[in-house]
């Protein structure tokens, strides 16, 4: 039986992955840009870290995780998500020490056990950025900055910023008890899922993705109208900000983090041009999460952007990527002599950082150019015995056919 690739998993061939690069080399030039530094973190982590760190009463620790122990023993998991890595590394590095906010970016590859689907994979890849160590909402305007730019500068006009704030520890006991006494008397139609949150993390219940739950919430009382005077004020500076610079957004109060160490600001990034996997990226504050994973208390806030589906609305809008690289020049030849002079040509002009290009499968001459054709070389050169002795050339430009008489020496200047 033929061994395919694991359900939920895709590869990236060449006639895609440079899209894959176009977008991962624009996400490091806008970091850089805002002052996020890259991290790097492992792909597998201790499996405490994501019960503490995502919260063991979410989906994704309840029934998404990779999680197996390793031939020593210790229970791992693959990374289901970007946050809680970082925040460890964070503390395991010592870096609460030094100078802050500090300010981290990644790239990662994250696994989750769910439906395959359009959108939704088993292994997807997310950007995020993170900024520790401090609590002023011009860094959580910082970061809906950052991801508004760079879904503008990937080219997604169709796409809507949502806002809302979750409330803090202070003010988020009482409206549990609000919503739970608004739940109650409709407990029995709840879906089961959503019965086992009715008491360890009822706000999850607003975000139910089924359809009897979602009507049934609808009129449910919401975080955004029970906020505390510094809630409300923060969310109000945070409209403020991104206000003064442009950007446009929609009050939504059903954007819920349903747990504890996630604080005031939520937002997501909506579109609904690539089907029912609308979130491209999505984030908030967490001003408990640090202490929670055993570090010092301190606040953070961040997202996670996903790759696949940033991909897939961009095609969706006909971006063109940049184009995939081609080969600047085709190197064919006819004869025995040819043939070594065109190796090391095709040598030197690589080391020269050209991307110069000869067939391998030494094909006929006609065979070559066809090939030459089908790479797309902007130019091209045929070798044979007569250029080796008088060491001119005639390059071919391919898009007009015009020809000119190059000497070797003088090729990669004019290339
Ligand atoms: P959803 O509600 O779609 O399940 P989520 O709330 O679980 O998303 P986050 O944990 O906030 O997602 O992850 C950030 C981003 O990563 C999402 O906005 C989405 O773009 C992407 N993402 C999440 N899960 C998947 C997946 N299984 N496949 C592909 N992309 C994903
Ligand atoms: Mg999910």
Redesign the pocket.
């Known amino acids: 039986m033929a061994i395919k690739a694991p359900k939920g998993t895709k590869d990236v061939l060449p006639s895609e992955s440079y899209k894959w690069q176009y977008i991962e080399s624009k996400w490091a030039e806008i970091c850089a840009e805002y002052g996020f530094r890259e991290m790097r973190s492992p792909t597998f982590e201790a499996t405490e870290l994501f019960n503490r760190g995502v919260g063991d009463t979410t989906d994704?620790v309840q029934k998404e995780m990779y999680t197996f122990n390793d031939l020593g023993g210790r229970s791992i998991t693959l990374k289901p998500?970007g946050t809680s890595p970082a925040v460890r590394a964070f503390i395991e590095n010592n870096q609460y020490a030094e100078t802050q906010p500090t300010k981290y970016y990644y790239n990662a590859a994250c696994f989750?056990y769910?439906k395959p689907q359009a959108?939704?994979?088993?292994e997807?890849h997310?950007f995020g950025i993170e900024n520790f160590g401090t609590s002023s909402m011009l860094a959580d305007a910082e970061v809906i900055a950052l991801a508004n730019d760079f879904l503008g500068r990937m080219g997604i006009e169709d796409i809507e910023l949502h806002i809302s704030s979750v409330g803090c520890r202070k003010c988020r006991p009482a409206y549990r008890e609000r919503l739970q006494d608004f739940l109650r008397p409709h407990y029995d139609c709840l879906c089961d899922t959503c019965k086992s949150r009715f008491d360890k993390n009822p706000m999850r219940i607003l975000d139910c993705k089924s359809k009897e739950d979602k009507a049934l919430v609808k009129d449910a009382p919401m975080m955004l109208d029970s906020l505390c005077d510094e809630c409300r004020e923060d969310f109000e500076t945070l409209k403020k900000h991104l206000d003064a610079m442009g950007i446009t957004y929609v009050v939504d109060p059903a954007i819920v983090r349903g747990l504890d160490y996630y604080t005031k600001t939520a937002f997501?990034f909506i579109t609904t041009k690539i089907g029912a996997?609308g979130?491209?990226?999505?984030g908030g504050r967490y001003d408990h999460l640090i202490e929670e994973v055993g570090g010092p208390d301190m606040p953070g806030v961040g997202f996670?952007?996903?790759k696949?589906?940033l991909l897939m609305l961009m095609e969706a809008s006909g971006q063109d990527f940049g184009g995939e690289t081609k080969p600047q020049l085709f190197i064919s030849w006819i004869g025995d002599n040819a043939r070594e002079y065109s190796v090391k040509l095709l040598y030197d002009l690589r080391r020269a950082g050209v991307r110069a290009e000869m067939d391998t499968k030494e094909r006929n001459l006609k065979g070559q150019m066809k090939y030459a054709n089908k790479l797309g070389a902007a130019y091209t050169v045929v070798i044979g015995d007569d250029e080796v002795e008088s060491g001119e050339l005639t390059l071919k430009n391919m898009e007009n056919s015009e020809q000119t008489k190059v000497r070797r020496e003088d090729l990669i200047d004019v290339i």
């Open positions: 994704i998500e989750r769910e959108g939704r994979l088993r997807f997310q997501e996997q979130t491209v990226c999505g996670g952007l996903g696949e589906r």
